[in-house]
């Protein structure tokens, strides 16, 4: 199945910072997910974005499909932004599944 | 939209029993659910799939036996840990794909909030 690798595996900012998360994948993708893991566990939808670019407010992130890998940029970022950033992906097939990756702990402080 | 809703959120039990775990999506229906498991500061594996209708299919190493899945409807699947022992005690997440009129359907994965199983 696709392999799923993140980098770095812990980051640590001061808050203002600018961050760039990477995610590498090892075949053509289907759908690519990015998530933010809350202290309480839950996973929030950052981006679907199996190519192209999307913004959403201090967030954007890029796919490049064709060199496999995403891109997760966090621009000023704030104390809230602390957590684990999962990226997900699947290659098609009958039934989608997502393969993630180990994520990265992105530590912010005040 | 796209609200997947897990319960319970925490569950503490003794070794022996059973423990049911319920996802249900919303506001949409859910040709697709998916069960997570998730070790602390791991990542999360997949443990199985379930379509509506139909059998789960479960990863390689996973008991199906022991992690029961029913998806008796296109909003509902439920996860039940039969005999749970200290070693099931992990956090279990589910996830659904939502499916659109027509019967095409989203690639979107909407999770729900978790559920940490605790036994003791």
């Known amino acids: 199945g696709i392999q799923v690798e993140q980098s770095p595996p812990d980051l640590i900012l001061q808050e203002g910072a600018n961050s760039t998360l990477r995610c590498n994948f090892s075949?053509?993708?289907?759908?690519l997910q990015w998530f933010h893991q809350n202290p309480w566990g839950q996973l929030i939808n950052l981006f679907y974005?199996?190519?192209g670019t999307k913004q959403n407010g201090r967030l954007s992130a890029t796919t490049v499909a064709t060199e496999r890998y995403s891109l997760l940029y966090i621009s000023s970022s704030q104390t809230t932004d602390s957590g684990v950033y999962f990226c997900?992906?699947?290659?098609?097939?009958?039934?989608?599944?997502?393969?993630f990756g180990k994520g990265t702990l992105l530590t912010v402080n005040p | 939209g796209a609200v997947v809703s897990q319960h319970p959120s925490r569950v503490i039990c003794k070794s022996g029993t059973s423990v049911k775990i319920e996802c249900r999506s919303l506001d949409f229906q859910a040709t697709t659910m998916f069960w997570y498991r998730q070790f602390p500061k791991q990542s999360l594996m997949l443990m199985a799939t379930s379509n509506e209708g139909s059998k789960a299919t479960y990863e390689q190493g996973v008991e199906k036996d022991k992690f029961l899945i029913n998806h008796a409807s296109l909003t509902l699947s439920t996860l039940t840990v039969t005999s749970a022992h200290p070693e099931d005690s992990s956090f279990y997440i589910c996830?659904?794909?939502?499916?659109?009129?027509?019967?095409?359907?989203?690639?979107?994965?909407?999770f729900g909030a978790g559920t940490r199983l605790s036994v003791l």
């Open positions: 974005i199996p190519s």
């Open positions: 075949d053509s993708v289907n759908n």
């Open positions: 997900a992906a699947d290659s098609g097939g009958s039934n989608y599944k997502l393969t």
């Open positions: 996830s659904a794909r939502w499916r659109l009129a027509g019967g095409m359907t989203k690639n979107i994965q909407y």
